[in-house]
């Protein structure tokens, strides 16, 4: 091998292939490659969305949304999940700075405030469960149980994947692998709020309204 | 590791994160906080009009609940996922628009065609038609 390589010494042995591209230091190719798997996830929710939108009026002769939702527990989640938003950034905001006690910080309360945010929609769960709202009731719990369900376990991944980072920053500090971690767990956390977004105006105001 | 050498560090790193045009964006604090402020007034606006029933008319509350909805997805693309022309040589907004797209002929298709096959296809109506015809 070493012999090949220096009687090949004239030519460029490493220019078989483009560098930059081997080199996953740069972050972009992960940022851009993050993104697009959020697009993808975003028509995951654009299928469930358009089912709970087909199956919204199904009731069976169960349970309308104005009998069961309770808009005050929607509000508080709201709120949640938008304060998760604006911690998640001061923890961004930290690490630009390079202060690593404080991403730790803002990463803790932005876990904690998922973790709240899923404790509330567990008990929004519980009590339908319990007034017979159940998802076998009807097309249209069937259609919001699913919905919303598969939200909330992203939130619930976003929160273990807080955890993990806490672990790595505890380690190994803020290097660059954990700063583009740090920036697609951004995407992700910010992106749940956005489909949040369309979670209680479509199903919750607009069940209310009809 | 002190503290002042661990920022340095950082900072160094961070100008190797952003070398060959990289140029996704973080915000700023003022993006984020322009971002918290808007979307706490686009989403009590929506809750407030339904809790308490302001318009009185179930069809423009709706449609004040979708534009107030539509408004927020947008300050949170820009505030927060910091999606604009120049990030990523501009892949992260096409990604956006396309998604956006193909996610509207979704929900939008889907309601469309569900709406008439329920409305046409009805089992009634069938059977009307059926004794109406010649």
Redesign the interface.
């Known amino acids: 091998m070493t012999t090949m390589a220096q009687d090949n010494s004239p030519v460029d042995p490493s220019t078989f292939y483009v560098v ?1 591209q081997d080199d996953h ?4 190719p992960t ?2 490659g993050f ?2 798997y959020l ?1 993808s996830d ?2 995951i929710f ?2 469930l ?3 709970f ?2 199956l919204s009026s199904s009731y069976a002769g169960g349970p309308a949304p104005h009998e069961i939702f309770n ?1 005050r527990l929607v ?1 508080l989640n ?2 949640i999940l ?1 304060f998760s ?2 911690t998640y ?2 923890a ?2 930290a ?6 006690r404080a991403v730790q910080g803002w990463l803790l309360v932005t876990g904690l405030l998922g973790l709240s945010f899923v404790g509330v929609e567990l008990y929004e769960f519980a009590e339908l469960i319990a007034e017979g709202a159940t998802p076998q009731r009807s097309g249209f719990l069937s259609a919001f149980f699913t919905l919303v369900g598969t939200h909330g376990l992203h939130v619930t991944v976003g929160i273990i994947w807080i955890g993990v980072m806490l672990v790595q920053l505890n380690q190994r ?4 692998e954990n ?2 971690r740090l ?1 697609c767990l951004s ?1 992700f956390w ?2 749940l ?2 489909i949040w ?2 979670v ?3 199903v919750y ?2 069940g ?3 | 590791m002190s503290s002042t050498s661990t920022a340095s560090h950082g900072a160094n790193l961070d100008g190797e994160l952003h070398a060959h045009g990289d140029t996704h964006g973080h915000g700023s604090m003022r993006s984020y906080l322009i971002g918290f402020a808007l979307s706490a007034v686009l989403t009590a606006i929506p809750f407030w009009l339904v809790m308490s029933d302001v318009l009185g008319n179930s069809t423009w509350t709706s449609a004040a609940v979708i534009a107030f909805a539509v408004a927020q997805v947008v300050v949170h693309t820009i505030c927060f996922l910091h999606v604009n022309t120049q990030a990523e040589g501009g892949w992260t907004l096409v990604a956006f628009v396309f998604t956006a797209v193909i996610l509207l002929i979704i929900i939008a298709g889907s309601l469309w065609i569900m709406y008439h096959l329920n409305t046409n296809m009805m089992p009634g109506m069938m059977t009307g038609q059926a004794a109406t015809m010649p």
């Open positions: 930059e230091g740069h972050g972009s940022l851009l993104w697009i697009m975003a028509l654009a299928a969305f358009a089912t939108g087909v808009l509000a709201t709120a938008l938003s604006i950034g001061f961004m905001l690490m630009e700075r390079g202060g690593l500090g803020l290097h660059l700063k583009r920036q995407m910010h992106f709020d956005v977004i369309g209680f105006s479509f105001l607009l209310m309204v009809r």
